[in-house]
């Protein structure tokens, strides 16, 4: 808060500025007396503020003594001149007040000089730091602030009085809320009209641009007038007349051309071949037997085809079971031959001698074991250091070593993975226990020495398979196990061809024999005796072909094939009376035509074409409509999986453009419509066909097949010689068809047998490389046995030596699908796909190449993912019922 002196805010009040000014010159005066300099400007804000408070205390207080002895020499008067004794007692009051006012005044006095006396030191040295300029700026903001304070409270006062309200504009009133609100709803409504008004008339604009206006000309205009003119001129009835009439001439002119053209070209030529193979009897009756033949041939593949996917299903349904079946049996063979072995049961531990003991027993390891080792041939010796190596091998796997001992689940589990299943998996009593009971538990790392040790030993020993957890368990990933599988697989075949396994002792565990009443007996005699009557009633009305056997015996299973046998031929009896009624209820008799008449029919086109510019009118509606025959007959075909599901896709489909219909002239000689660059296309496809017959032959083995590129050409240009025939007789058609399918299932064959074999070739490289880690990494473990584990070795490096050789000549990249791109201007490129390529690597390359845009090269990543994924649905779907069937 700013101290202001009652003088000084009384001038302000009452707008007196002469007061200011003369302390702004006493303060100046003041300092000059003091021997201040004015150019020091070193002195502190807080300084300032204190020098300045001082002074305003001082001229408060001579103000006050001023303004006391005024007030005084006022009462005085007052009590003088007034007698009244209530005014005298508030004069005294008044006066003791004063008195009262004075002894204060004494005491600041005293306090103000002791602070004069405490500060005289300090104000020396601000007076010479002091800057008369800055201050006196300070001064007058300060003053400034104070004055427009004071303004604004009496301005504040003044309106809160005022109550005058004037009017703003001269020509109008004003306006109430109702008003107001009324213009607001007017002016929104203008705004919308107008917003409207400026989209129709661009929608017009739209719509005439869009809309085609043709234009005709004034020579066109004066001759349609013309004959106008000469047209209407004529009576209605004679009009109508003349038309008919030009009518029938022009159907007599069709005809009298047609017979002329039959005359003349129509000499057909009969094959000796289409004479053997004609038909007896009605057209319609043929017709209808061989759809009747196609319907039931239909209903016999249909039936197969549920039969093959039933079996399937339930065979792929049965994988799982059947695998827990054989692991049960296992698992209960494995237990009594530990029990026979083992003697402390208690804590289900096996020694390495207990092991190899068992393993003999279960015949994984071959006999010669179990006797003497000196007779033994160099063959036998070879697998006998095998066999070594294998055994311990599982001792060290399963941590043999370290414990003296394996577990009884371990080691059964470990056999198990060595027979082929994966998924079994065994916990005795009490680890099943301690799983139940204990929980996750935070393993702290406290001494770090050890860790790293048990590092070292992890690394400079051999790589095991597996790890023990904290329970004794030996886990164990797929991938593990399946090397654990073809490692072992030598003690797979041992169990194999054990004869022990091949006997089968079939008991009879039940004596129970049923015996059969008499009556029973003499039911079934009975039930016997009608079936042979009913069975020789059949015979002689020869409703069944019976063979006799060789003894002269039928048995009752015989019998009652053979009436179920009469029970089909009465069923099929009934069903053709049934057929025969409603085909003779049915009034439909439509024209047949034979395939044999169809060279003179194209004939008889091409001359009706030749005549097309001759004739008008209905000339062209008897070419269109032949147009349509020939049409759907070509699409009269059995249609394929891709045909099926595109038109699914297109009912799918919801999108549907605006089009935009035009008056444009089209000629009427154009009939067929070709597609650009067919004769490209068509030359592409045939030699990509034969590019790929030549290397599935080259991958081929042993002796050259019948499909040969000798043989393939001279079948090919056998069917252009003979394709001229085919389409006489329905029996080559079928015949065709079915060539044709069988073609395609031996390149498809030949197909999944390449990729078959790179599959393969990319495991063993796999299997290669492991097992080459395995051989650098790998200690000798036993020196009696160094001499056996480098035989071993050198047979397994012959081995892969040899299969390396016989992958560098078949490592051919063989391409999986072809995708043509358009780039526009009849301009086309091919990406070729290949084994393990991605769709992004495709489309950067091809944008690379020809230049293309990062959206572009989305849209063909996007087009080759679809494309690759329908390639990968296809080979599924064939390569299913393959597998099932196996």
């Not at 408060?60 to 007034?82: A, C, E, G, P, Y």
């Not at 299973?557 to 046998?565: A, E, S």
Request: proline letters at 2%; hydrophobic letters at 30%; charged letters at 30%.
């Amino acid at each position: 808060m700013q101290f202001i002196p009652s003088k000084i805010a009384h001038d302000q009040y009452f707008g007196n500025e002469n007061n200011e000014k003369l302390i702004q010159r006493e303060i100046a005066f003041q300092r000059i007396q003091g021997d201040e300099d004015p150019n020091t400007f070193d002195i502190s804000e807080d300084d300032e503020q204190e020098e300045y408070y001082q002074y305003n205390q001082n001229k408060s207080h001579q103000i006050n003594i001023i303004i006391f002895k005024q007030k005084k020499t006022f009462l005085k008067i007052i009590l003088q001149k007034v007698c009244h004794k209530s005014i005298q007692s508030k004069a005294k009051n008044l006066y003791e007040n004063l008195s009262y006012g004075k002894q204060q005044q004494n005491n600041y006095q005293n306090q103000y000089q002791d602070i004069q006396k405490l500060n005289s030191a300090d104000n020396k040295e601000f007076k010479q730091k002091d800057n008369i300029f800055n201050r006196l700026n300070k001064e007058a903001i300060i003053q400034k602030e104070n004055k427009e304070q004071m303004a604004q409270n009496l301005e504040k006062k003044v309106m809160e009085n005022c109550t005058f309200a004037p009017k703003t504009f001269k020509n109008q009133e004003i306006r109430s809320l109702q008003q107001f609100l009324s213009d607001q709803e007017k002016f929104k409504k203008q705004q919308n009209d107008k917003v409207n008004m400026l989209k129709y008339l661009k929608n017009e604009m739209n719509e005439s641009e869009n809309t085609y206006v043709p234009k005709i000309n004034q020579k066109s205009e004066e001759i349609l007038q013309s004959k106008r003119s000469d047209y209407y001129s004529q009576p209605i009835h004679d009009r109508l007349f003349n038309i008919s009439h030009a009518k029938k001439q022009n159907q007599l002119q069709i005809q009298e051309n047609v017979k002329e053209i039959i005359q003349k070209n129509c000499c057909p030529q009969i094959n000796e071949k289409s004479k053997l193979l004609l038909r007896k009897g009605d057209v319609g009756n043929n017709l209808y037997q061989d759809a009747i033949r196609r319907q039931q041939k239909q209903q016999n593949e249909q039936n197969s085809l549920k039969q093959k996917s039933q079996m399937s299903n339930k065979s792929f349904f049965n994988q799982g079971k059947n695998e827990q079946i054989v692991a049960q049996k296992f698992v209960r063979d494995f237990e009594e031959i530990y029990d026979e072995v083992v003697f402390d049961k208690k804590e289900e531990k096996i020694d390495y001698i207990q092991m190899g003991e068992i393993l003999s027993k279960m015949n994984f390891l071959q006999k010669y074991l179990n006797n003497n080792n000196n007779n033994l041939s160099d063959k036998n010796s070879v697998y006998l250091h095998q066999e070594r190596k294998l055994i311990y091998d599982i001792w060290y796997n399963l941590r043999g070593n370290e414990q003296n001992s394996i577990s009884k689940c371990n080691l059964c589990q470990f056999l198990l993975i060595v027979i082929g299943i994966f998924g079994f998996q065994l916990q005795s009593e009490n680890q099943q226990n301690q799983l139940q009971n204990i929980q996750e538990e935070d393993e702290n790392m406290n001494n770090q020495q050890d860790f790293f040790s048990n590092k070292l030993n992890e690394v400079l020993s051999k790589p095991r398979i597996g790890y023990i957890d904290q329970f004794g368990n030996w886990i164990v990933s797929l991938q593990e196990a399946k090397l654990v599988q073809k490692e072992f697989n030598l003690l797979y075949r041992n169990r194999l061809s054990s004869e022990a396994l091949k006997k089968t002792n079939f008991k009879q565990e039940f004596d129970y024999q049923p015996a059969i009443l008499p009556k029973s007996k003499v039911m079934a005699d009975t039930y016997r005796d009608k079936l042979l009557e009913e069975t020789a009633n059949l015979i002689e009305n020869n409703q069944i072909n019976v063979k006799v056997p060789a003894n002269g015996k039928i048995t009752h299973v015989d019998l009652l094939m053979y009436q179920k046998q009469a029970q089909i031929n009465t069923r099929l009896q009934k069903q053709a009376c049934q057929d025969i009624a409603i085909q003779q209820s049915c009034s439909f008799h439509p024209q047949l035509i034979n395939k044999q008449n169809i060279k003179s029919n194209e004939n008889l086109l091409q001359s009706e074409s030749i005549c097309s510019q001759q004739i008008g009118g209905m000339k062209k509606s008897l070419e269109l409509y032949s147009i349509a025959k020939n049409k759907n007959k070509l699409q009269k075909k059995d249609r394929d999986k891709e045909e099926i599901e595109f038109e699914k896709n297109c009912e799918e489909c919801t999108f549907q453009p605006e089009l935009i219909t035009k008056n444009t002239k089209k000629n009427n000689n154009q009939i067929y419509i070709t597609p650009k660059q067919i004769d490209k296309s068509i030359e592409r496809m045939r030699l990509g066909n034969k590019q790929r017959q030549e290397k599935q032959q080259m991958f081929t083995r042993g002796y050259g097949n019948s499909n040969s590129i000798s043989n393939i050409k001279n079948q090919e240009s056998q069917k252009n010689l003979k394709n001229k025939e085919i389409f006489q007789n329905d029996q080559q058609i079928q015949e065709q068809f079915e060539k044709h399918q069988l073609q395609l299932q031996k390149e498809y064959e030949q197909y999944q047998f390449m990729q078959l074999q790179q599959q393969q070739q990319q495991q063993q490289q796999q299997q290669q490389q492991q097992q080459q880690q395995q051989n650098d990494n790998y200690i000798d473990y036993d020196n009696d046995n160094q001499n056996d584990n480098d035989n071993f070795f050198s047979h397994h490096q012959y081995e892969q030596n040899r299969s390396l050789n016989q992958q560098k000549n078949s490592q051919e990249r063989v391409p999986l699908l072809f995708v043509d791109v358009n780039l526009g201007k009849d301009k086309t490129e091919r990406i070729i796909v290949y084994e393990n390529d991605t769709s992004e690597l495709l489309a950067q390359k091809f944008a690379q190449e020809n230049q293309l845009d990062d959206s572009m090269k989305l849209r063909l990543k996007d087009l080759l993912d679809n494309q690759i994924a329908n390639l990968l649905t296809k080979i599924d779907e064939e390569e299913a019922p393959s597998v099932m069937s196996d």
